[in-house]
Nanobody, 123 residues
Framework: VQLQASGGGLVQPGGSLRLSCAAS????????MGWYRQAPGKQRELVAT???????NYADSVKGRFTISRDNAKNTVYLQMNSLKPEDTAAYYC??????????????????WGQGTLVTVSS
């Protein structure tokens, strides 16, 4: 299973970006998907998560500005980021919890991370 993130870049304060993360490989079920971020010199922190049924959870710092969504048919999670601030500058990482079956039919639960995509908010 692989997660491929994209959509980062340089944006001015107040601008918008949309991140995407597509999961591929032998996936029987995708459960919660999420976005985390890590700024230079800081620990990785939760940004938002979305369950398979659509329920969402956001960090207080992004509520009202960021929206997480998913397309289950495409195994893809999105993060729409509006009203971006310089403090949103970070590497953004997606992750997903899911389940696959081994060659002998045994279920295997997993969590995978995508590579980071850099978001820079600066004038």
């Amino acid at each position: 299973v692989q997660l491929q993130a994209s959509g980062g870049g340089l944006v001015q304060p107040g601008g918008s970006l949309r991140l995407s993360c597509a999961a591929s490989g032998s996936i029987s079920r995708l459960d919660t998907m999420g976005w985390y971020r890590q700024a230079p010199g800081k620990q990785r922190e939760l940004v938002a998560t979305i369950a398979n049924g659509g329920s969402t959870n956001y960090a207080d710092s992004v509520k009202g500005r960021f929206t997480i969504s998913r397309d289950n048919a495409k195994n893809t999670v999105y993060l729409q980021m509006n009203s971006l601030k310089p403090e949103d500058t970070a590497a953004y990482y997606c992750n997903a919890d899911g389940m696959s079956y081994s060659g002998n039919g045994e279920p295997i639960a997993w969590r995978h991370w995508g590579q980071g995509t850099l978001v820079t908010v600066s004038s």
